[in-house]
């Protein structure tokens, strides 16, 4: 059982930069794939980035060169660094884990955090 608090998000002007955090708790973290998704109102959960339990790191488009996925084994940790903020990043922000390889797919993962809210004005 892993549980996942994320924290970090805030309400930033655009091209603003914030770096969430997502705090596991349970055994084993360093064998667990992480995962960033977001969720606007109105809207699907979809994949923002990945990274495998061996370092491998996947984004989605939209975000690459923006935004930076990686973790701490040794604070069970995992971070999404965001730079160059846009309206359009606004969301809630989800950490998730599932026990193999990365995924983007949301209903791969089998553990998620609360969620925190960013809000980007233009």
């Known amino acids: 059982q892993v549980q996942l608090v994320e924290s970090g998000g805030g309400l930033v002007q655009a091209g603003a930069s914030l770096r969430l955090s997502c705090a596991a708790s349970?055994?084993?973290?360093?064998?667990?794939?992480l995962g960033w998704f977001r969720q606007a109102p109105g809207k699907e959960r979809e994949f923002v980035a990945a990274l495998s339990y061996t370092g491998y790191t996947y984004y989605a488009d939209f975000v690459k060169g923006r935004f930076t996925i990686s973790r701490d084994n040794a604070k069970n940790t995992v971070y999404l660094q965001m730079n160059s903020l846009k309206p359009e990043d606004t969301a809630v922000y989800y950490c998730?884990?599932?026990?193999?390889?990365?995924?983007?797919?949301?209903?791969?993962?089998?553990?998620w955090g609360q969620g925190t809210q960013v809000t980007v004005s233009s």
């Open positions: 998730g884990a599932r026990s193999y390889g990365g995924s983007s797919s949301p209903q791969d993962y089998n553990y």
């Open positions: 349970g055994r084993a973290f360093a064998s667990y794939a």
